[in-house]
T-cell receptor
């Protein structure tokens, strides 16, 4: 079974721009979560989607948004990029929300200049 | 916050030695998970231990959980160069949100 895939793997943007990251979960997995990882703050939960509905949201500004499609693929969008948004963005999937184990993708490395 | 706190932050040992890292947390949990992350890549789920379990094994991994002390430990026996990675404990906060500790960076020297 193919793992979680994320595209693109690397991205360079400038301040003020917006960016969209994509995540395809493992086949049959309907829950998709997004995490931001930085050296200073570590791994922080952004949001979780299940059946196209946002189920949980972390403590991030409204510039961070996401959505999930009917095939469970998910996108996250960051508008008006700031230097501090430079991070590794990780997507994780699981079959259903109540399962504790998450399966992570390789991440998208975003650099904001 | 139920964020796990790992200790030590960094650990360097010789190949073949055992590596032990610890995780402490603040509130009641149903289970605790350990993940591994190779440099700049995604996380890999290693093991989950439930609150009614005291010890769990998986290959060269041994995890213990002491709910009275709100702590867990991960032991890697007979370490290999491929074990070089960061290790994170994670706790479910609320219904489904995983909260990670800052991680332990493990380096295995040949």
């Amino acid at each position: 079974k193919a793992g979680v895939t994320q595209t693109p793997r690397y991205l360079i943007k400038t301040r003020g721009q917006q960016v969209t990251l994509s995540c395809s979960p493992i086949s049959g997995h309907r829950s998709v979560s997004w995490y931001q990882q930085t050296p200073g703050q570590g791994l922080q939960f952004l949001f979780e989607y299940f059946s196209e509905t946002q189920r949980n949201k972390g403590n991030f500004p409204g510039r961070f948004s996401g959505r999930q499609f009917s095939n469970s693929r998910s996108e996250m969008n960051v508008s008006t990029l700031e230097l501090g948004d430079s991070a590794l963005y990780l997507c994780a999937s699981k079959r259903v929300v109540v399962e504790p184990e998450e399966y992570f993708g390789p991440g998208t490395r975003l650099t904001v200049l | 916050s139920q964020q796990g706190e790992e200790d030590p932050q960094a650990l360097s040992i010789q190949e073949g030695e055992n590596a032990t890292m610890n995780c402490s947390y603040k509130t009641s949990i149903n289970n605790l998970q350990w993940y591994r992350q190779n440099s700049g890549r995604g996380l890999v789920h290693l093991i989950l231990i439930r609150s009614n379990e005291r010890e769990k094994h998986s290959g060269r991994l041994r995890v213990t959980l002491d709910t009275s002390k709100k702590s867990s430990s991960l032991l890697i026996t007979a370490s290999r160069a491929a074990d070089t990675a960061s290790y994170f404990c994670a706790i479910l906060q609320g219904a489904q949100k995983l909260v990670f500790g800052q991680g332990t960076r493990l380096t295995i020297n040949p």
